[in-house]
Nanobody, 132 residues
Framework: QVQLVESGGGLVQSGGSLRLSCTTS????????VVWSRQVPGKEREGVSC????????YYADSVKGRFTTSMDAAKNTVNLQMTGLKPEDTAIYSC?????????????????????????WGQGTQVTVAS
């Protein structure tokens, strides 16, 4: 049963910005880690960012580091993903899910966000399209 809802996607020109939001009315997000991922049809899901709300730490995939920022708005029970300097290769469906921890590792020479095996269900996602 999906409980997280994403919003904020859209069409933007290369170099533009978008802010995505992930929220739920079922439980307080600040008690969990929250992972943002993205997926292009036919390709593997890619972990983009993770915020560990209990530890106050954030992690980013190398592909977005320095351009994307994730944050917790406790008053709105929302985790945001601020995306700047968008590139056509950022085009994907972006989804969020809760996790017990944030895990960052190196795979094929690049830093990646790796959800744990206890990752919750992904939301339905929001489409981000970056035009060149």
């Amino acid at each position: 049963q999906v409980q997280l809802v994403e919003s904020g996607g859209g069409l933007v020109q290369s170099g533009g910005s978008l802010r995505l939001s992930c929220t739920t009315s079922k439980f307080p997000l600040d008690e969990y880690a929250v992972v943002w991922s993205r997926q292009v049809p036919g390709k593997e899901r890619e972990g983009v960012s993770c915020i560990n709300n209990r530890a106050g730490t954030t992690y980013y995939a190398d592909s977005v580091k320095g351009r994307f920022t994730t944050s917790m708005d406790a008053a709105k029970n929302t985790v945001n993903l601020q995306m700047t300097g968008l590139k056509p290769e950022d085009t994907a469906i972006y989804s969020c899910a809760t996790d017990i921890i944030c895990a960052w590792t190196v795979s094929a020479g690049r830093g990646v966000v790796r959800p744990s095996n206890q990752i919750g269900p992904w939301g339905q996602g929001t489409q981000v399209t970056v035009a060149s």
